[in-house]
């Protein structure tokens, strides 16, 4: 009650005052027209490089015959867990099949697999860059950190200012969302090796390409399949919010389902998502735990 | 023999401007004073050696003394901050990138204390290694690696991993990768610390045997003085960064030049280090076979003995006569041949003295020590052996 009275009396003590404004917004947007006139070609070429990359991906996935696709994931749940595994992986897919999902599964997991591949590309080198200098270590911890504490969606936002709407956008924002794992355990990877060992390598006069590709990495494997399991899980959940700048797939009729409140329509999507994200978790992990270097 | 490898006034010093710290190094400023003044760690403090081709020269001294910082200066794993290191006359600290490459692939070979093997890779993956980086191609190098990998005796190992063998494997792998390459020089840091005694010591034997046809110059670090003596050619002391001395191992025994070297010789064994050459005496009296029992009556009276030793006129020991058979002997006219006695022990003068102690408490005469043509060279006495011990 004596608040109550308190704020009825002192109304501007607790209301924030209307003349302390700063409109970000209209410099945020002056900042990104900036970027368009100057760099406007440089994001054109990436736009165009990841829509390349995205159409080949989605080409191949829906050119598959879906039994194939069955085929290969009870191959490989077999070999890099169970048989058992294997056979419910494989029925689990065809359930979403009878959903009436292949084709959205397959939106999904392009944009996930796109996302995992650009990931690797810079993810590794940005790692090894790490390992090898304090320095740039030092510089890019923050960044991940930062990167790490954010909430997903916020990534929506740079990713529409710089790209708009769409596939592109979807797999940048999922791209910079998952990436941080790869980078960490590629660094951590490369840091864990044995001193003695890399002494061995410079010591029969390797180079330092030699102590790279036939002593680090490797030797990294283990943590670097790790940080790729990681990533990928990270691009799955992350693709579901990116549904929301329109990426057609799952996550999108997610989105649908709720805003109609269709339960059946999103409790069949939402559980096509669960699946790919075990299907995808148990094999990658499975492949990862092959890299495991005995002793 | 001509000099392998030749380090001149070599220091080392660990922190962020070691070659500010040089002078204060030169001056002789103490290794805990320095790193309190200024947060350097003096490694190593002006070394001067020499290593001649085909020598084993072992680098002896307590944890932290500067062993592995010098031997890792050998094959610029470590930058010395001053001084000079000549291969073959060629000073390797002036090569650049491509010649340092080159020497390393080529002279070179380190064999590591953990073994530093690739746990991602085969036994004959790891042995392969050294030829791999030298571009070798793929038949002939897996060729050389499993003839390496045979002469380590480990055969039929070739495609298991290095975590499936025992520490003393894992160490012949690692030296069979360093053989492979075929070095003039291999550098062992504490080769042998981390494997238990019985296989030390096979590995050890198997080191000398090895060396023995090789003829590699082997720069062998150990914290062992047994170890040291054992197979060191010529030994180095080393304290606090600083070559205290350098000598075969007799020498060091014989004549320690400071407390430290006296504290280490005194951990020694010296049974196992000094031979019959060491402690044989020459003998001071000897009869001729043909001056006969008259005169080895003579010479036994007159020394106060009641034995001697026959040779012939080559030196050729022939036996031994004690006073009471010579004096029978002359009675019933017999020559002294006839009376020789063979009950007393021969040694060679390579034989260690652990060897010879069980001999020389077992008989009462002293123990001969001879050549291969039967030449008496020397004699050893039980006190001789055991007076060398203490
Ligand atoms: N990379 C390094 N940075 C700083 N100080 C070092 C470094 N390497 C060695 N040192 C220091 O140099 C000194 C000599 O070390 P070194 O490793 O050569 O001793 P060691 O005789 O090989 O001992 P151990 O028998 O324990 O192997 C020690 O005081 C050590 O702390
Ligand atoms: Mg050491």
């Given at each position: 009650m004596a608040a109550g009275q308190l704020s009825l009396q002192l109304p501007y003590m607790n209301n924030f005052p209307e003349f302390l404004t700063f409109n970000l917004g209209v410099y945020v947007e002056k900042f990104v027209k900036w970027l368009d006139i100057n760099f406007g070609d440089f994001f054109e070429a990436v736009s165009n490089a990841i829509l390349w990359l995205m159409i080949h991906i989605e080409d191949l996935l829906l050119w598959l015959p879906w039994w194939l696709v069955v085929i290969v994931v009870l191959i490989m749940g077999w070999r890099f867990s169970s048989v058992i595994a294997g056979i419910v992986f494989s029925l689990m897919l065809v359930l979403v099949g009878t959903f009436g999902y292949w084709d959205y599964m397959m939106y999904t997991l392009a944009i996930v697999l796109a996302s995992v591949i650009i990931s690797l590309i810079f993810g590794i080198p940005i790692g090894i860059l790490m390992a090898y200098s304090s320095y740039v270590q030092a510089l890019m911890r923050p960044v991940l950190d930062f990167m790490q504490t954010m909430p997903s969606f916020v990534y929506l936002i740079p990713a529409m200012l710089l790209f708009?709407?769409?596939?592109v956008p979807a797999v940048f924002a999922t791209t910079v969302y998952a990436i941080p794992p790869v980078i960490r355990l590629t660094d951590l990877g490369i840091r864990q090796v044995s001193k003695e060992m890399v002494e061995a390598a410079i010591s029969f006069g390797s180079g330092s390409w030699d102590v790279l590709t036939k002593v680090q990495l490797p030797q990294a494997l283990p943590a670097i399949m790790a940080g790729i399991n990681q990533t990928t899980m990270m691009a799955l959940s992350m693709v579901v919010i990116a549904s929301m700048i329109g990426a057609k797939g799952l996550g999108m009729e997610v989105l649908i389902a709720i805003n109609r409140i269709e339960i059946g329509r999103g409790f069949e999507a939402g559980l096509g998502i669960v699946i790919i994200a075990i299907i995808m978790d148990r094999i990658s992990q499975g492949i990862a735990n092959r890299f495991k270097i005995p002793g | 023999m001509p000099v392998k490898v030749e380090v001149k006034n070599l220091t080392k010093i660990f922190g962020r401007n070691p070659k500010a710290i040089l002078e204060k190094v030169k001056q002789g400023m103490s290794k805990e004073k320095i790193l309190e003044d200024t947060g350097h760690t003096v490694g190593i403090r002006n070394a001067s050696f020499q290593v001649e081709e085909g020598e084993v020269f072992v680098i002896m001294g307590l944890s932290g003394s500067g062993k592995s910082t010098l031997i890792r200066c050998l094959n610029l794993l470590n930058k010395p901050t001053a001084g000079e290191i000549y291969v073959d006359g060629d000073n390797i600290l002036e090569y650049d990138k491509k010649q340092l490459k080159k020497f390393r692939q080529e002279k070179v070979a380190m064999v590591f204390q953990h073994f530093g093997l690739l746990s991602h890779r085969t036994v004959i993956g790891n042995v392969e290694y050294g030829l791999e980086v030298k571009k070798i191609p793929k038949n002939e190098r897996c060729e050389i690696a499993k003839k390496a990998i045979a002469n380590a005796g480990l055969a039929g190992w070739e495609n298991k991993m290095p975590n499936e063998l025992s520490g003393g494997m894992q160490q012949r792998v690692g030296l069979a990768r360093a053989l492979a390459n075929d070095p003039d020089i291999l550098l062992m840091d504490e080769p042998f610390s981390a494997l238990d005694p019985l296989i030390r010591r096979d590995m050890q034997y198997e080191l000398m045997e090895l060396q023995s046809r090789l003829k590699k110059t082997i720069i062998f670090i150990t914290h062992d003085i047994n170890e040291a003596f054992k197979i060191g050619d010529r030994v180095a002391v080393m304290k606090d960064g600083v070559i205290e001395q350098i000598g075969t191992p007799e020498e060091l025994l014989a004549s320690p030049e400071s407390e430290y070297i006296e504290n280490f010789v005194k951990d020694i064994d010296r049974s196992k280090v000094l031979q019959a050459k060491h402690v044989m005496f020459k003998p001071t009296v000897l009869v001729s076979i043909k001056e006969g029992l008259k005169a080895a009556m003579m010479e036994m009276k007159s020394n106060g003995i009641s034995s001697v030793f026959v040779v012939d006129s080559e030196k050729r020991l022939q036996g031994i006569v004690t006073i009471d058979d010579t004096i029978k002997a002359i009675k019933e006219n017999k020559t002294l041949r006839e009376i020789l006695k063979h009950d007393y022990y021969t040694t060679d003068c390579e034989a260690f003295l652990q060897d010879l102690i069980p001999k020389a408490t077992d008989t009462k005469y002293p123990l001969a020590v001879i050549d291969e043509d039967g030449k008496l060279l020397g004699l050893i006495s039980r006190v001789s052996v055991l007076s060398a011990l203490v």
């Amino acid at each position: 009650m004596a608040a109550g009275q308190l704020s009825l009396q002192l109304p501007y003590m607790n209301n924030f005052p209307e003349f302390l404004t700063f409109n970000l917004g209209v410099y945020v947007e002056k900042f990104v027209k900036w970027l368009d006139i100057n760099f406007g070609d440089f994001f054109e070429a990436v736009s165009n490089a990841i829509l390349w990359l995205m159409i080949h991906i989605e080409d191949l996935l829906l050119w598959l015959p879906w039994w194939l696709v069955v085929i290969v994931v009870l191959i490989m749940g077999w070999r890099f867990s169970s048989v058992i595994a294997g056979i419910v992986f494989s029925l689990m897919l065809v359930l979403v099949g009878t959903f009436g999902y292949w084709d959205y599964m397959m939106y999904t997991l392009a944009i996930v697999l796109a996302s995992v591949i650009i990931s690797l590309i810079f993810g590794i080198p940005i790692g090894i860059l790490m390992a090898y200098s304090s320095y740039v270590q030092a510089l890019m911890r923050p960044v991940l950190d930062f990167m790490q504490t954010m909430p997903s969606f916020v990534y929506l936002i740079p990713a529409m200012l710089l790209f708009g709407l769409g596939k592109v956008p979807a797999v940048f924002a999922t791209t910079v969302y998952a990436i941080p794992p790869v980078i960490r355990l590629t660094d951590l990877g490369i840091r864990q090796v044995s001193k003695e060992m890399v002494e061995a390598a410079i010591s029969f006069g390797s180079g330092s390409w030699d102590v790279l590709t036939k002593v680090q990495l490797p030797q990294a494997l283990p943590a670097i399949m790790a940080g790729i399991n990681q990533t990928t899980m990270m691009a799955l959940s992350m693709v579901v919010i990116a549904s929301m700048i329109g990426a057609k797939g799952l996550g999108m009729e997610v989105l649908i389902a709720i805003n109609r409140i269709e339960i059946g329509r999103g409790f069949e999507a939402g559980l096509g998502i669960v699946i790919i994200a075990i299907i995808m978790d148990r094999i990658s992990q499975g492949i990862a735990n092959r890299f495991k270097i005995p002793g | 023999m001509p000099v392998k490898v030749e380090v001149k006034n070599l220091t080392k010093i660990f922190g962020r401007n070691p070659k500010a710290i040089l002078e204060k190094v030169k001056q002789g400023m103490s290794k805990e004073k320095i790193l309190e003044d200024t947060g350097h760690t003096v490694g190593i403090r002006n070394a001067s050696f020499q290593v001649e081709e085909g020598e084993v020269f072992v680098i002896m001294g307590l944890s932290g003394s500067g062993k592995s910082t010098l031997i890792r200066c050998l094959n610029l794993l470590n930058k010395p901050t001053a001084g000079e290191i000549y291969v073959d006359g060629d000073n390797i600290l002036e090569y650049d990138k491509k010649q340092l490459k080159k020497f390393r692939q080529e002279k070179v070979a380190m064999v590591f204390q953990h073994f530093g093997l690739l746990s991602h890779r085969t036994v004959i993956g790891n042995v392969e290694y050294g030829l791999e980086v030298k571009k070798i191609p793929k038949n002939e190098r897996c060729e050389i690696a499993k003839k390496a990998i045979a002469n380590a005796g480990l055969a039929g190992w070739e495609n298991k991993m290095p975590n499936e063998l025992s520490g003393g494997m894992q160490q012949r792998v690692g030296l069979a990768r360093a053989l492979a390459n075929d070095p003039d020089i291999l550098l062992m840091d504490e080769p042998f610390s981390a494997l238990d005694p019985l296989i030390r010591r096979d590995m050890q034997y198997e080191l000398m045997e090895l060396q023995s046809r090789l003829k590699k110059t082997i720069i062998f670090i150990t914290h062992d003085i047994n170890e040291a003596f054992k197979i060191g050619d010529r030994v180095a002391v080393m304290k606090d960064g600083v070559i205290e001395q350098i000598g075969t191992p007799e020498e060091l025994l014989a004549s320690p030049e400071s407390e430290y070297i006296e504290n280490f010789v005194k951990d020694i064994d010296r049974s196992k280090v000094l031979q019959a050459k060491h402690v044989m005496f020459k003998p001071t009296v000897l009869v001729s076979i043909k001056e006969g029992l008259k005169a080895a009556m003579m010479e036994m009276k007159s020394n106060g003995i009641s034995s001697v030793f026959v040779v012939d006129s080559e030196k050729r020991l022939q036996g031994i006569v004690t006073i009471d058979d010579t004096i029978k002997a002359i009675k019933e006219n017999k020559t002294l041949r006839e009376i020789l006695k063979h009950d007393y022990y021969t040694t060679d003068c390579e034989a260690f003295l652990q060897d010879l102690i069980p001999k020389a408490t077992d008989t009462k005469y002293p123990l001969a020590v001879i050549d291969e043509d039967g030449k008496l060279l020397g004699l050893i006495s039980r006190v001789s052996v055991l007076s060398a011990l203490v």
